[in-house]
């Protein structure tokens, strides 16, 4: 663990409790917007070029842009007054504690563990893409369908609203 | 040049004064650049509008962006009292840092890319995601209605041609089978003849190349593509709320994100820093660059002094419903002539790829359509 790994770590942590706790709605969603690009570093310091550019590209670039969009157009972006704190947050917060532990203890006694550690594999853009296009092609196609029928399904709901008001 | 300065150094802090001089020289090369397009620029619109253009300060005016940087240096930083104070601070600088960021992936000579990323074409978009928020940050804190229309207008026409902008480049990805910028460069030297074997000099790279360069028009908010600051509509668009150092670095933001994304044009479809004609390769690599990065500057400026502002409607139609399944049907023509045997038969296949859903997609919009003379309510009477 280097001193970059907990400056990167502490941006995550910190621009995500952020946007959990900040009052404006804008601020939350830009420090969100610092949160995935935290975890875009992380990518790269784990010599993971490829995903934490798509991270960056994709999170960053798409949804942090798409969450400022429907915050601006469903509601006015005026701090709330009161404060946020659910009253069942110590529910919360032993639930997260939990999962947290059990997905831990599920990675730490995982067979995979050994073999991973040591040098980390360093994969070209070549490679990743010759792997998608050979051995995962089925969950490609799969995603790829997925995420069409939802495009359509969008804009279905954009026209009926349309035809509603003629 | 890089390799014989830093000999001088020694070897422990050797790989520092290496990175230094790339850094020092992207900044330098490129700010002087923007102060000469600006220049460039107002002459230039001058000379299309039958006016002089800056000619006051030094001779034909030359130093005129001097006088205007000690301007903008002197002025008075002035923020709205019911502004965001952090966000309204931070918003330029998030526009101009990744901006600079961009330009260091790209090779502009032989051997001179600062840094010679494995998925460079990847980075340069990534990096430059960051301007939108950058833009939305400007307009949503500065607590202006005009400001913050044109920070909605900004993003939507951001969001609309990064589509065509990536779409096209992907075609480019897929013929050279990588993402770095230097491979690709790489891939398009060599000759046909004395014609260099460039990507745009062949019926889908020519049209990759127009659509790229329509989509950069509207990613670096340029005429015609200046909705978010139009300047007659809603007055200067997102950064309508600042004043001094901060509106200059706006400026610069745009200007260098224009270079940059000019570059990027260059090392993908214009052959980076190869030589334009066979028996011309004695002349210096960046010399190259530079020259075309020039010629692409002054066609931006051409099409600024030429072409009206599109409406926001035309602007959304000709994204989704134009630019964009013409990117899609260019990559199914790229992929083809990847595999298709050299010969006119390729030539011929691919053109008409090319041409046919142009022409046929174009007459498609335009049906139910009547174009007559523009008529006049009350100007007439």
């Known amino acids: 663990m280097s001193a970059g790994f907990y400056l990167v770590a502490l941006m995550i942590v910190g621009s995500a409790v952020a946007a959990m706790s900040l009052r404006n709605l804008v601020h939350c969603a830009l420090s969100l917007a610092v949160t995935f690009a935290g975890l875009g570093l992380a990518y790269l310091q784990l010599q993971a070029q490829f995903a934490g550019f798509a991270q960056v590209l994709v999170y960053v670039g798409a949804v942090a842009i798409l969450i400022v969009f429907a915050i601006l157009l469903t509601r006015g972006s005026e701090p709330e007054p009161e404060a946020i704190l659910s009253p069942g947050w110590l529910w919360g917060l032993g639930i997260a504690a939990l999962t947290f532990v059990v997905s831990g203890g599920a990675i730490l006694s995982s067979k995979l563990l050994p073999a991973i550690q040591g040098e980390p594999p360093t994969a070209t853009v070549k490679q990743i893409g010759d792997q998608l296009m050979t051995k995962y092609i089925l969950p490609l196609e799969v995603v790829g369908l997925l995420l069409t029928a939802a495009l359509i399904g969008a804009v279905i709901i954009a026209m009926r609203e349309k035809e509603g008001g003629q | ?381």
């Open chain 2, 1 to 381: 040049m890089k390799h014989w300065l830093v000999g001088f150094a020694p070897a422990a802090v050797q790989p520092w004064i290496a990175a230094l001089i790339s850094v020092a020289a992207i900044l330098g090369v490129f700010a002087g650049l923007f102060a000469l397009t600006t220049l460039l620029e107002r002459k230039g619109l001058g000379r299309m509008q039958n006016r002089y253009g800056p000619n006051r300060v030094g001779p034909f005016g030359l130093f005129q962006p001097l006088a205007d940087g000690v301007k903008s240096l002197t002025k008075e930083d002035i923020v709205p009292r019911s502004a965001d104070a952090v966000v309204h601070f931070l918003a330029p600088l998030v526009l101009v840092v990744p901006v600079f960021l961009g330009l260091a992936v790209l090779p502009v000579g032989r051997n001179m890319a600062a840094v010679d990323l494995d998925a460079g074409v990847l980075f340069f978009f990534a990096v430059g995601a960051a301007t939108e928020l950058s833009v939305f940050m400007a307009g949503w804190s500065s607590r202006n209605k005009y400001s913050l229309l044109g920070a909605m207008r900004a993003l939507a026409q951001m969001i609309s041609y990064e589509l065509p902008l990536i779409l096209s480049s992907v075609a480019v990805i897929m013929v050279a089978g990588s993402l770095s910028a230097t491979e690709i460069v790489q891939a398009q030297s060599g000759y046909w003849g004395i014609l260099p074997r460039w990507h745009v000099l062949t019926p889908w790279g020519f049209a990759g190349f127009v659509l790229f360069m329509i989509g950069a028009a509207a990613e670096s908010n340029r005429s015609p593509f200046d909705l978010p600051e139009g300047e007659s509509e809603i007055i200067a668009g997102y950064y309508i709320e600042y004043s001094g150092f901060k509106f200059a670095l706006f400026f610069l933001g745009e200007y260098i994100g224009m270079f940059a994304i000019s570059g990027l044009g260059i090392t993908l479809f214009l052959g980076g820093w190869t030589a334009p004609l066979s028996f011309l390769e004695w002349v210096p690599s960046w010399i190259w660059f530079f020259a075309k990065l020039l010629a692409l500057i002054c066609v931006f400026i051409w099409v600024r002094g030429t072409l009206p502002r599109l409406r926001m409607d035309q602007l959304m139609n000709f994204a989704w419903k134009f630019m964009l399944p013409l990117a899609l049907i260019n990559i199914f023509t790229a992929g083809l002539w990847r595999f298709m045997p050299p010969g006119w038969v390729r030539w011929a296949v691919c053109a008409l790829l090319v041409v046919g859903p142009y022409v046929l997609l174009g007459r498609a919009l335009f049906q139910g359509r009547k174009y007559g003379a523009r008529t006049y309510r009350f100007a007439d009477t």
